[in-house]
């Protein structure tokens, strides 16, 4: 039976499609509905129906190293002509966005005058508390060293994991012109990301963060501790997101091998103190916590509306299409205060929800599942409640789940479905 595979891949298609070409025009209500019944119909399917549907043929062009390599070079040629025309159309300008400006005045100013990173300062005229864990900002010293676009060291950085994800899919077997268009995929969602949201990446450095998260979950695909390890470091020391999930995926690691979970732990950990601990935050031990509280205010400014919106008009991007926090800012009652307060609970409820049934999920249901599919699905089901309730749904922080909604595609309806990790 093929309906399975196939449910997943419309599925994903209806959600990218809802990221990009339709964003916001199923209104603030019915939005964020469909992204949990699609993020949660990409996460249990597999779990569901955990049989390997994909096998190599025995026919037809396998890829080898040339072709993937053909494919890369492709989508970065194509991505990359794309990006200059962002670039051209979204000059930097802190009215717009403040990301990248206080990118090289806060951190790499900081950082390259061997200054104190995270010691409180301003963002133009206002005070700010430095919030951005080093693996958000360290890659960004290589293009201010030699004197090029932030945008482009983030892309840079993505098309290196969609590199990666295409070594992966060529390792499992795909074979035939199809086989090749399939690990295309990558770079179709990228245009699309490109055509639909250009501010995305005109004027954030979110593709960075995305190629952390892809190089995670490609990483599950192998049990080697510094891959594992690798993946961790990244994503942990770019953004919060990952906190919640984290007992799980000890757990299932635990579970399939303590002697490699013990390797990797320690892997992870000397990386957290050699990029973090030992050069940052031991001189500003109360830097971490200070930067965690700068988000709620942050995010409460935001719930205020912009500075060029009238008075009373909804807050401009609660109503972008994403997430709850429109239902909590139209139907909750109570003073902006109070509705801003049961956002924030319902933040913490839903990142706490999405991991205990991400791992009910994984153990009643995933018992003839690989791990890597385990882990990816789990992963999926946590972000679909982590995002769906965050206090800001800005549009470029949704990049990271649908392309992790893409990893899932690819090992469930695409890929040989080997329960041997691949070598490297």
């Known amino acids: 039976m093929m309906l399975p595979p196939i449910l997943v891949l419309l599925f994903f298609i209806a959600e990218s499609l809802l990221f990009t070409v339709f964003r916001g025009r199923l ?43 053909i494919i890369w070079v492709i989508g970065v040629i194509l991505s990359g002509g794309m990006m200059m025309y962002i670039v051209e159309s ?14 090289d005045s806060i951190y790499l100013d900081r950082f390259l005058a061997a200054e104190p990173v995270y010691t ?16 958000q ?49 990558p770079f179709i969602l990228l245009f699309a990301w490109m055509k639909w949201n250009p501010d995305t990446f005109g004027h954030t450095i979110e593709t960075l963060i995305t190629a952390w998260y892809l190089m995670l979950g490609i990483g599950f695909s192998y049990t080697q501790p510094w891959i594992r390890g690798g993946g961790l470091i990244l994503t942990l020391l770019s953004r919060y997101t990952l906190a919640f999930w984290m007992p799980l995926y000890i757990l299932l690691y635990k579970k399939l091998s303590e002697d490699k979970f013990r ?15 030992f050069p940052f935050l031991i001189s500003e031990p109360l830097s971490f916590w200070k930067g965690f509280e700068s988000y709620p205010i942050a995010a409460m400014g935001e719930w205020k509306g912009q500075a060029w919106q009238a008075a009373g ?39 706490l929800f999405g991991t205990l049934l991400a791992g009910i999920a994984v153990y009643k249901l995933g018992k003839n599942v690989p791990e890597d599919l385990k882990l990816l699905v789990s992963f999926k089901i946590y972000l679909t409640f982590f995002f769906a ?3 800001v749904p800005y549009t470029y922080l949704h990049l990271v789940p649908s392309f992790f909604s893409l990893l899932i595609v690819l090992r469930y309806y695409y890929t040989a479905g080997e329960r041997q990790s691949p070598k490297v």
């Open 27 to 69: 209104g603030f209500f019915y939005s964020p509905i469909a992204f949990l019944v699609l993020g949660l119909s990409l996460g249990l399917i597999p779990l569901l129906f955990p049989a390997q549907w994909h096998r190599p043929g025995k026919k037809g062009i396998f890829m080898t190293r040339t072709h993937a390599l």
């Open 90 to 103: 979204y000059p930097l300008n802190p009215k717009y966005s403040d990301i990248i400006p206080t990118l």
């Open 120 to 135: 409180e300062g301003k963002c133009g005229d206002l005070p700010c508390t430095p919030n951005y864990l080093p693996m």
């Open 137 to 185: 900002w360290l890659p960004f010293v290589i293009s201010a060293v030699i004197g090029f676009d932030h945008r482009w060291t983030a892309l840079f950085f993505l098309w290196i994991a969609i590199g990666l994800l295409v070594h992966l899919l060529r390792k499992s077997g795909l074979s035939g012109w199809n086989g090749l268009l399939r690990a295309f995929l």
């Open 263 to 277: 390797k990797t732990a320690f892997f992870t950990l000397a990386g957290v103190l050699l990029l973090y601990v």
């Open 313 to 351: 008009d909804p807050p401009f991007q609660l109503f972008q299409g994403f997430g709850f926090a429109s239902w909590v800012y139209t139907y909750a009652q109570g003073s902006l205060e109070d509705k801003f307060m049961l956002a924030r609970i319902l933040n913490l409820a839903g990142a």
């Open 389 to 391: 309730f965050l206090l």
